[in-house]
Each structure stands twice: as structure tokens, then as C-alpha cells.
């Protein structure tokens, strides 16, 4: 949950990591260092507490020097954060330093045999364990870096993307990834390395993806080489960064989240672009049709997600049983790795995640797939560890999302669910021709009305003024809107830290009732048309224990329009298209009362953009 960059070739190393190191910010932002020899060979590491620019800031007077170079900025697993326990750490002899980003599970262990052979410990973390080991390797075998890394990587149980410089070999990084994603991007002469993408393109549009298990030795002289930790060559195709520079700057607006908000609408357009013909006649998945007989016949689908993409995920269940009468589960994927599932042939996994890493979503395609099960993924990240561990799949195609709330890949995921689910019911012939053209123009006509949604947003930004003061939140919904109900209350906690909880709105009864008074705001999406009055009954109860109701309703609605204390109308659509109109007020709510209350919203306490650690 850590970002990582490294630089090797002709230019100053530092600027390139600075600006690398704000790019990947997103991942973690609670330290951060850097590491560079210099031509007298010096191996300088310098490091802050708090974001890169304290980092910057600090460097202001040091010797920065150096065309080598490796950076971090970190979200802490193990130890606080504080300048001792910040990367890159280095070894007792001061020779080596080493950025990291995963968990070393048996650190520990580790540390108690390198304390017994003298090994000296500054910090809590698991990583200065791996550059001592590194080291301990290095001196016992009087062996050159790549082989200790060899041996040091082949005693650690866990996750890791590393980089290692050696200030005796000022022309080389050596770097390693297990279950923890590593780009490597390729320059005239010189070589890039990032968690992602996104601290590359301004530099290169080549780029390798290291697979796990996979050494890369990268040298100013001799390039760039790729082994197994066992030593045996590797050759990888070099892809192609398909990512415009502007679409990682904020283009005006004041946080990365609202950008992303308001970008949805041309997200979804591009989502579905290819998809569906300007006609609306014809819906087309080539992973449907290159996989029909996995994915029409299959006995139940079982979706697979964590956090917002899960919310996506019972969306997608809905939808799915809906159009394509196929019953359909959602689970946790930190759940479902350790319940034992009853899972194989004839199962479809679908595995939901925007940056295509999260730890807990790959452990369980890993666990689906030595299973027999078939497994689609649906990510955001082009070349990401899910797209190439699963067997087939679909990109959601909404651009980069930097803000750590996710909102535009939200509404990506729910639009690919949705196409999925009518291109498989079309092909299972549990929807008719008329009904599947109905649909899709309906939902060619959302990207439109989710702008006239955002058309509102200084109302609702007015509104939430109000709320600024809440405590408590409550979120209600039913059917296609519980999810929405649930995404809405994460959203608000996530950026506000106010504390929030979705529920189906029947449930409400069954419990949280006890908690709405004057001082508990109640936002309720009551745009269902066949379960209207149940809702109306609920919104009811709310009134008659003094709860201050927002309501999220279809523009005309002049019987909860009345009853509430503040309303936010949305365009008549499908029923089965409000989640994706009905969550935009809610992430503009979410925003506009975190912004009131002075807070980080694109980075938020506690939280990391990709969740590459369990």
C-alpha cells in the first residue's frame, strides 16, 4: 500500500523521484524518503514524517545529488509513522538501502536470528529486516547483490515490491516484486521504476510488468535484465502506456475527487464506447463471446470485491439474477480466501477491483481457479496483476482515479455489470430484443442526466453546510438502492469522518430506529417506483421521531418531496439505472461536508488508493 519509485541513467535522479513520489502520493502519504549515490559514491538516504512536500522541504539543504536514485512514500503496516520507521531503510553497514512495499509475514522470525548475529535494529518495520538480511547474505557468502537478494528473498514469507542500491556498485538497482505490483519503464538510456504507471508517462510509454517471483537487475551499462529468483532468464513483452498526462493533474478543480466526480460522465461514455452500438440495438462483450460456454452455462457466479468495488459487486448481483436468471453470490474477498468455499467447475468467479491489485481479491482468483472455477475480472488498470491472473475479463476504461475515495470507478463498475448482465441475457435468451433495446437506451441516455445531476452540485454543496456538525449518519435503501445506500454512508466516512451506516430501509425497524432523533440526519434514496409507498412508510417513522430526512427522489415526486426536510431530484430513468444517477449527490454530498470541515479529501486519514497488503 506503499508507492515506490526508482530512476537510473543520465539526469539528476531527485527531481524524477520528488515528482514520482507525488504521483503515486495516493498510496500512501504518511512518510517519505529518498536515496541516491553520488559521484563520490555516497550513498545519501534522507527521510520525513508527514506528506512529500515535508519531504521536499527537508531536502532543501542537502546533497541531492545523483543520476541514481530510489524513493518511497508509505502507508505504515508495521511501526508508526516517524522519520526511523520512513523508507528507504538501510543496512548496519550503511552500504545499502532499500524501499518496499507488502508485508514480510515471518519479519519477526527473521529479526530474532539477525539480533543473535549482531544485527542492529532504528526502526519497528518489517523492511529494515529484508535490507539486514539482504546484507547478512551479501557478507556471509561474499557474494555480489543479485545473489544475496536471491537468498533473501528465497526466507521471506509474504508480499513485496523492492528496490535495492548498493553504494558500492553506483551503476545498478536491483528490484523483485511477489503479490505486490512493479513497473519498469524504458528510456533512451536510462530506466524508470513505480508501483504504477502514472509517475512513468510523463517519461516513457515503454513498459515492462514484472510477474511474481521475478528478479530485475537493472544496469546503466549493460540495460536491463529479467530472472526468476532461481536465476533462470525471463523475457517479457514491453507494453505500451496508453495514459494522457492530463488525465493525472487536477484540470482546475481545487481536489482530485471532484475532478472525478464530474469526469463521470464522459467516463461512462468512454466505458460504453464499443460496446454498444450508437443504435442501442446491440450490446457485444468479446469475452462472452470467446468464453460463452463457461459464462452462459455456468450454475452461479460468485462476485468477489472489497470496499466500493463490493457495494459494485451486489449491484451486479441484482442484475445479473434480473436479466440472466443465473444465481449469483457476493463475498468478501478477505472472507472468502479463508471460508473454505464450496467452489468448482461450472462456477464463475467475477473479481471486482479498480486498481487491479488488492491482495485479498488476488488470494481469492488464486483460491477460485486451483478450485476448477472459471474467473473474470473486471478492473480499471490496464496490465494490473488481476488482468493478467485472470481468464478473461473487462476494463472499465474511466482513466486513472487518484482521489483515494473512489467515485467515477464506482460508476464504471456498475455500467460494465450492467452490459455484462444484457449481453449474457441476450445470449441466454432470458430477455427479448425490444426489452434489451429499451435498456440500452436507457442507459446510452445516463452519461446526459448524470450531468444534469451535477448541475446541482452548489445546492447540494449549500446543503451540506448544514450537516457539517452531524456526528451520525444514516443511509436507507431498497433493491437496486441498498448498495447505493451502503457506497453513499462509506463515502462520508471515508473523507468526513463522521461516522455513517447503510441499510436496507425495511430494516431499519429491526434497530437503528433507536438511534434517529433531531440531532440524526437520515439520507434515504427513495427513488424505487415499485416499493415507493414501503418507503414512504419508512421515511414516515423517521419524521415521527424528529430525524432530519434528505431524500433522493425522481424529479415530479410531490408526495416525499413534501414530507422531507431537504430534497435532491433526479431524472427519471430504468429502474435498474438509479444506482448510477443516485450515487453522484451522495459523493457530492460526502465532498462538500468534508471540505466544510476542513479535511484531506483526496488523501484521508488511515486510508491507501490500492490495498496491495492484507
Request: aromatic share 8%; hydrophobic share 40%.
Amino acid at each position: 500500500m506503499c508507492g515506490i519509485v526508482g530512476y537510473i541513467g543520465m539526469q539528476e535522479a531527485c527531481p524524477i523521484l520528488i515528482k514520482g513520489l507525488r504521483r503515486l502520493e495516493y498510496r500512501g502519504y504518511d512518510s517519505a524518503g529518498v536515496s541516491m549515490i553520488n559521484e563520490k559514491g555516497e550513498l545519501n538516504v534522507f527521510k520525513a514524517k508527514g506528506k512529500v512536500d515535508d519531504l521536499e522541504a527537508f531536502l532543501s539543504d542537502k546533497d541531492i545529488s545523483g543520476t541514481i536514485g530510489i524513493a518511497h512514500t508509505r502507508w505504515a503496516t508495521h511501526g508508526i509513522p516517524c522519520r526511523e520507521n520512513a523508507h528507504p531503510h538501510f543496512s548496519s553497514s550503511g552500504t545499502l538501502s532499500l524501499i518496499h512495499n507488502g508485508i514480510i509475514e515471518n519479519y519477526a522470525t527473521l529479526k530474532e536470528r539477525l539480533i543473535e548475529k549482531g544485527f542492529t535494529f532504528v526502526s519497528d518495520t518489517d523492511t529494515e529486516v529484508l535490507v539486514q538480511l539482504i546484507e547478512y547474505y551479501k557478507l556471509e557468502y561474499k557474494s555480489d547483490l543479485l545473489s544475496a537478494v536471491q537468498r533473501a528473498l528465497a526466507q521471506v514469507i509474504g508480499a513485496y515490491a523492492i528496490a535495492v542500491l548498493d553504494k558500492n556498485n553506483p551503476d545498478e538497482i536491483i528490484a523483485a516484486r511477489k503479490a505486490s505490483p512493479l513497473a519498469i519503464g524504458l528510456g533512451e538510456g536510462e530506466y524508470f521504476l513505480a508501483s504504477d504507471a502514472t509517475p512513468l508517462v510523463e517519461y516513457t510509454h515503454k513498459v515492462i510488468y514484472l510477474d511474481d517471483d521475478e528478479i530485475a537487475v537493472i544496469n546503466r551499462n549493460s540495460g536491463l535484465q529479467i530472472i526468476t529468483l532461481q536465476g533462470q532468464a525471463v523475457n517479457h513483452e514491453v507494453s505500451e502506456i496508453n495514459l494522457d498526462l492530463g488525465a493525472i493533474e487536477k484540470g482546475g478543480y481545487e481536489h482530485f475527487m471532484l475532478k472525478e466526480i464530474f469526469e463521470q460522465p464522459d467516463c461512462l461514455v468512454n466505458c460504453m464506447r464499443g460496446r454498444i452500438n450508437p443504435e442501442g440495438t446491440i450490446v457485444r462483450f468479446s469475452s462472452v463471446i470467446d468464453n460463452a460456454e463457461q459464462l452462459l452455462n455456468a450454475r452461479r457466479y460468485i462476485i468477489v470485491a472489497c470496499g466500493t468495488s463490493w457495494h459494485a459487486g451486489l449491484i451486479g448481483k441484482t442484475l445479473i439474477e434480473n436479466f440472466c436468471r443465473i444465481p449469483v453470490e457476493v463475498a468478501y474477498a478477505s472472507e472468502f480466501r479463508y471460508s473454505n468455499p464450496v467452489i468448482g467447475n461450472g462456477d464463475v468467479v467475477i473479481a471486482i477491483s479498480q486498481s487491479g491489485e488488492t491482495a485479498d481479491t488476488l488470494a481469492a482468483i488464486e483460491l477460485a481457479r486451483s478450485r476448477g472455477a472459471f474467473v473474470y475480472g473486471i478492473v480499471n488498470s490496464v496490465g494490473s496483476s488481476i488482468a493478467r491472473n485472470t481468464q478473461t475479463g473487462s476494463y472499465i476504461h474511466v482513466g486513472p482515479e487518484i482521489g483515494v475515495a473512489s467515485t467515477k470507478a464506482f460508476t464504471g463498475q456498475v455500467t460494465v455489470l450492467t452490459m455484462l448482465a444484457l449481453c449474457i441475457a441476450k445470449e441466454r435468451n432470458t430477455i427479448t430484443q425490444a426489452e434489451l433495446e429499451e435498456a440500452l437506451g436507457e442507459l446510452l441516455a445516463i452519461p446526459g442526466k448524470m450531468a444534469e445531476v451535477l448541475s446541482q452540485n452548489d445546492a447540494i454543496a449549500s446543503l451540506s453546510r448544514t450537516f457539517t456538525y452531524a456526528q451520525n449518519f444514516i443511509y436507507l435503501g431498497r433493491g437496486y438502492n441498498y448498495p447505493v445506500a451502503l457506497e453513499g454512508a462509506l463515502k462520508l466516512k471515508e473523507i468526513s469522518y463522521i461516522h455513517a451506516e447503510g441499510y436496507p430501509a425495511a430494516e431499519m425497524k429491526h434497530g437503528p430506529i433507536a438511534l434517529v432523533d433531531a440531532e440524526m440526519p437520515v439520507v434515504v434514496v427513495a427513488t424505487n417506483k415499485l416499493l415507493y409507498d414501503k418507503v414512504l412508510s419508512n421515511i414516515q417513522e423517521i419524521k415521527a421521531r424528529q430525524g432530519k430526512v434528505i431524500a433522493i427522489v425522481v424529479k415530479g415526486d410531490d408526495t416525499i418531496s413534501k414530507l422531507v426536510d431537504y430534497v435532491i431530484e433526479l431524472p427519471e430513468t430504468a429502474e435498474f439505472l438509479y444506482p448510477l444517477l443516485a450515487s453522484v449527490p451522495l459523493q457530492l454530498l460526502a465532498y462538500h461536508i468534508a471540505v466544510c470541515k476542513g479535511k484531506n479529501v483526496d488523501q484521508p486519514r488511515n486510508l491507501a488508493k490500492s490495498v496491495t497488503v492484507e
